[in-house]
């Protein structure tokens, strides 16, 4: 990747765990959040030599010498996880992959930007969790969707990340699954991020292999790994 991507990756992630930079995916920290916000319960990245925990005002440094015991390898693991989330009576949401691109992949044939009617289209085809999970609920700045005979059957979306739209959702009614519209989509979301706000950014569940293969497909390269427990 660019270094400018680079460095706007790092600031991003050094500003959610209050970290200096040279800190960053280079050992272990556990850093209790001093004020509300969108993250609940505890956040984690790992990258490198690095993990990264937002834990809640209570459990900073509880975490931190808990977490300093063991090895990187072992907690950068999800077993280790569902063992620190069970010992707390919580569940672990994820892992999920997070992935970067800076090139542009070039808009899709077919694809076209869409209004808030015509998704509205496809969420009745859905399930709540797959369209939460799309970033739907985010109020997206920018729609791209995918006409099969008049009707919609794939959409993308992109919502803010490190002040402007670029991370990108994705959702193909399920009867539709399966035939790469995912990744068409998806790549006219990213080539439009890439062209307008420089990169964009793929996050799928680990467990999600269609959504990372699209990914994949695409050239978004892997950058962290990343859980919640809550």
């Known amino acids: 990747m660019l270094a400018s991507t680079v460095s706007c990756l790092d600031a991003w992630y050094a500003s959610v765990f209050g970290l200096d930079r040279s800190d960053l995916w280079q050992r272990v920290t556990a850093v209790p959040r001093t004020k509300p916000g969108p993250i609940e319960g505890y956040y984690i990245?790992?990258?490198?030599?690095?993990?990264?925990?937002?834990?809640?005002?209570?459990?900073?440094?509880?975490?931190h010498e808990e977490l300093t015991a063991d090895s990187i390898k072992?907690?950068?693991?999800?077993?280790?996880?569902?063992?620190?989330?069970?010992?707390?009576?919580?569940?672990?949401?994820?892992?999920?992959?997070?992935?970067?691109?800076?090139?542009?992949?070039?808009?899709?044939?077919g694809v076209v930007a869409?209004?808030?009617?015509?998704?509205?289209?496809?969420?009745?085809?859905v399930d709540e969790q797959d369209w939460a999970e799309s970033g739907w609920n985010d109020q997206p700045a920018h729609t791209f969707g995918l006409y099969d005979q008049g009707r919609l059957v794939a959409a993308s979306n992109l919502n803010s990340f490190a002040g402007?739209?670029?991370?990108?959702?994705?959702?193909?009614?399920?009867?539709?699954?399966g035939r790469g519209l995912s990744t068409a989509v998806g790549r006219h979301a990213a080539s439009f991020a890439v062209h307008h706000y420089d990169f964009a950014r793929w996050g799928a569940q680990s467990a999600n292999r269609a959504s990372c293969a699209a990914a994949q497909r695409l050239g978004f390269q892997p950058w962290c790994t990343q859980l919640t427990i809550r």
């Open 74 to 109: 072992t907690i950068q693991n999800v077993p280790f996880w569902r063992d620190f989330a069970a010992a707390r009576s919580l569940r672990v949401v994820g892992p999920s992959k997070h992935t970067y691109l800076d090139t542009d992949p070039g808009p899709a044939p």
């Open 164 to 177: 402007q739209p670029r991370d990108i959702g994705v959702l193909v009614a399920p009867a539709w699954r």
């Open 114 to 125: 869409v209004d808030a009617a015509a998704v509205s289209e496809l969420r009745a085809l």
């Open 45 to 63: 990245v790992w990258r490198g030599e690095g993990v990264h925990v937002s834990a809640p005002p209570e459990a900073g440094r509880v975490v």
